[in-house]
């Protein structure tokens, strides 16, 4: 299988990382303007002379730029697989796959105590979710100035609620769409950027659960966590010390622990998925729903 890697920063060089260590994958060409040893590269998508080449695109570049790749790729390429990275757009977008398999790349999903939270629930009526994410921005990228980065920047499709998307994914991949909400979306702390630092929502899903989220750049104390309640049981589940507890109503207690999760197990899995199963992985439609989410959002905080 030979694939073409749309854009090479932090994340384009992690899925490259990941996608050289799979057999069934037999080259890598790269989208970008650095000069990468022994690879083939293009400065732009539309200097690939033949991108009938192909069996697999991953789009790893701006979210800005997500949008305008897509397009390119829908009408130039036919029967491809594509992963694009997360969130879709910066904005709700109009655009009709027809031609092409296209996947997001929540990854999340394919983290193994969500995997059993999701399993754990099927049988069981959820009542409400509570999620809650938070680290803060200067301490995401240690090397280099928060300042420079996408997250800071408004117009390259930075913010907290982009960038975090994936709780909105896994919130309505565990309790159904979301078909009511309010929200805030503001930018509160001293942090020196332009994109929004805090978000929350609270709304109830296709379902009758209720969801209460709340995700930030401006925490100290970094955290991820969701907190399920069922008629049966209550879940708490860990994302920072990979720990999942479920408690029942007679106050008995069982515990899940991942703790030899490798760095690159999830995208392994992600991209193994996409080439076999199809199984888990985020699909297009699944994607702008939560981008229908966000652009309510966005909406309401104009």
Request: charged fraction near 25%; include cysteine.
């Amino acid at each position: 299988m030979k694939v073409l890697l749309i854009g090479y920063g932090s994340i384009g060089k992690r899925h490259d990382e990941v996608l050289s260590s799979l057999q069934s994958i037999d080259s890598i060409d790269i989208v970008t303007k650095q000069i990468v040893p022994n690879r083939t590269t293009f400065i732009k998508l539309q200097s690939v002379q033949d991108l009938s080449l192909y069996d697999y695109f991953v789009i790893a570049s701006e979210t800005s730029k997500h949008y305008e790749q897509l397009t390119y790729l829908e009408l130039n390429v036919k029967d491809k697989l594509i992963l694009c990275e997360k969130p879709l757009f910066e904005s709700s977008k109009s655009l009709e796959i027809l031609k092409n398999e296209v996947f997001v790349g929540y990854v999340l999903r394919f983290h193994p105590l969500l995997k059993k939270l999701k399993e754990s629930i099927k049988n069981e009526k959820v009542l409400n979710i509570n999620i809650n994410c938070g680290q803060y921005l200067p301490t995401w990228r240690p090397n280099s100035d928060y300042r420079d980065s996408y997250s800071a920047k408004k117009e390259e499709g930075g913010g907290v609620l982009l960038d975090l998307s994936h709780e909105i994914d896994y919130m309505q991949y565990l309790c159904g769409k979301v078909d009511e909400l309010k929200s805030y979306q503001v930018k509160i702390s001293d942090l020196e950027i332009n994109s929004d630092d805090f978000t929350t929502l609270i709304g109830k899903t296709e379902f009758g659960v209720l969801v209460n989220l709340s995700i930030d750049y401006i925490s100290k104390i970094t955290h991820r966590k969701v907190l399920l309640n069922t008629l049966e049981s209550t879940y708490e589940l860990d994302f920072i010390h990979n720990r999942l507890v479920k408690k029942d109503k007679l106050g008995i207690a069982k515990v899940f622990e991942s703790e030899n999760l490798l760095r690159n197990q999830m995208f392994e899995e992600m991209h193994k998925s996409i080439i076999t199963t199809k199984e888990d992985v985020c699909s297009y439609n699944s994607a702008l729903d939560v981008m229908k989410i966000i652009s309510k959002i966005q909406e309401q905080n104009r």
